[in-house]
């Protein structure tokens, strides 16, 4: 295509009359803009923080109200001090080491043994977890020999609706459980022998201590071979399980073996724990869960 000389010495006489800016108006135009943008963006942010103030020409900002602060709820401590622990000196009995841990969302157990018979009847028997927990167990006097404990104990915080869900599961076991049996093995000079026994549970007093309290007596028949039901072992001795509730805390407090009397009326002093003795260390316990219960006593 040709080109036009009219149009080209036009276009020429044109472009020399545009004034370009100079280097130094170009830079002060950009800083220009970049204040103007660096003033929107803080007038956004302004009004995003303040929620209800902006900024407007001939509008004064105002700023949002205080908001107050919302107070947190009141929780009760998860910690369980050694305070609320039974002392050796509250048992009847001579006591040695004392032996003792705490810890965190711990499962409540009261009786082993129970808590099968109920998962094979299948009935409730898994206690709820714990918020916190402490144990100790007390052992006894150092003979030269092994040595077995006189009693354990455990104390856990719960939520209050555990505490008193705990007891309806250990009522639900009693009623299931009062005779089980089950097999087992003991240990003969031939090897294991397969054994059946007879457990029996029974609850010869309750609110006795503290908001809520059971006592749980454990006896066993003797275990026989299951295949010629003859004797293979001695009798085992009477267990008893006290469960006392004060607030949020429970505790659970297990004899050793041979502490308690066999009989529910047993009173031989000095020599294992009575019924009433038993009693009167389970609302010993309860005092001593009151310094840390929730509510307190």
């Known amino acids: 295509m040709r080109e036009d000389p009219h149009f080209v010495d036009r276009l020429h006489r044109d472009l020399n009359a545009v004034r370009w800016a100079e280097p130094e108006e170009i830079r002060a135009v950009a800083r220009r803009r970049s204040r103007r943008t660096a003033l929107l963006a803080a007038t956004a942010v302004l009004a995003v923080v303040s929620g209800t103030a902006y900024a407007a020409v001939g509008r004064s900002v105002t700023p949002a109200p205080p908001v107050a602060a919302t107070p947190a709820p009141a929780v009760a401590p998860a910690e369980i001090p050694p305070e609320v622990l039974l002392d050796p000196g509250d048992v009847p009995l001579r006591t040695g080491v004392r032996l003792g841990e705490s810890g965190l969302g711990e499962t ?162 000095g020599l294992r724990l009575s019924h009433a003795q038993l009693e009167t260390l389970g609302r010993t316990a309860a005092r001593r869960l009151c310094v840390a219960a929730a509510p307190g006593c």
């Open 108 to 269: 409540v157990r009261v009786d082993p043994l129970l808590e099968s018979c109920g998962r094979q009847r299948g009935v409730p028997s898994t206690g709820p977890t714990s918020r916190s927990s402490r144990s100790q167990t007390l052992m006894r006097p150092a003979t030269g020999g092994p040595t077995a404990p006189v009693l354990t104990q455990d104390v856990y915080r719960l939520e209050p609706r555990h505490g008193r869900l705990l007891f309806g599961t250990v009522s639900v076991l009693l009623n299931a459980c009062a005779e089980w049996r089950s097999t087992d093995s003991v240990p003969l000079a031939g090897g294991p022998a397969p054994t059946v026994s007879t457990h029996r549970w029974e609850a010869p007093v309750s609110g006795f201590a503290g908001d809520e309290s059971v006592m749980l007596r454990h006896t066993s028949a003797t275990p026989r071979g299951r295949a010629d039901a003859t004797v293979v072992t001695t009798v085992p001795p009477t267990e008893v399980t006290m469960v006392v509730r004060v607030g949020d805390l429970v505790t659970v407090i297990a004899t050793g073996p041979d502490v308690a009397e066999e009989a529910v009326d047993g009173t031989r002093p």
